[in-house]
């Protein structure tokens, strides 16, 4: 699903975003831009190459075919048919996409291009494919984090991360504080601390101020405790507790202990 409107330089990161890794890799947003542009120019249509020029839905797809039919090769994947209808049944999401007139789909643990297991450099890519097709769909937040946490259990556990972090992007602050919950929790599982760590970075003040709730302070600290950067761990534990009202909970409890025997206070 499009925007309603857009601009050329949003178009060309949505379409660099669905290309092949090692295409992301030659081609720049500004590149497909330019690109985009050149072709408007030449289908006659000047005018919607303007950077202050917002696209609409129509204008948009035609920009967007025109690229396709310069580049046919870089036609982008398609959700296989009974993908969402699935869901909508069975509450189920197997992940499985059609490229280039083959299949990828996930099954036991493992990637596969039609019958041949997908190569280790290709299982990024193929995650990201599948969450952006689903996503141009526009899903509600609450939608993608079904689909996240069914994608948690069954696996890949990287592809429910993307999921949380799209839920968390369009979800309403009173939701919010629930799907970081999830998301760290899953980073966790991952053993990825520095991604907890740039989410509450980056967070605007005011709204960690609002969604500071002891389990995400608390995966927080952890996340710290990973990076054995016990003092900011403390600062983040003291503050969670302060949340608390000085009642520590079983989380914060283990964060402390771990606090403490990290850096060497002991039990």
Known sequence: MVPESISLL??????????????????????????????????????LSESSYKLNSKESEFAEDLFYKAYPSLKPAKLTDGVIDNYRETGMVLPSFDYHGKRIYYDNQMWYNDKEILPREKIAWAEKQFALLVFDLAPSASILVDIGDQVKKTGPKKL?????????????????????????????????????????QDMPRELVVELSCIPFMAAVGNAYCDLNNYVEAKAIADFALSLGNGKQGADLTALYRRIRTGNGTGK
């Open 10 to 47: 949003n178009l060309a990161k949505k379409i660099r975003l669905k290309l092949p890794e090692n295409v992301q890799t030659k081609y720049s947003t500004i590149d497909i831009r330019r690109i985009l542009a050149l072709l408007l120019k030449k289908a006659g249509k000047e005018e």
């Open 160 to 200: 429910a991360a993307l999921f949380y972090e799209e839920a968390f992007e369009k979800a309403d602050t009173e939701k919010k504080g629930k799907i970081l919950i999830k998301l760290t929790g899953v980073y966790k599982a991952l053993h990825m601390p520095l991604r907890t760590l740039k989410l509450y």
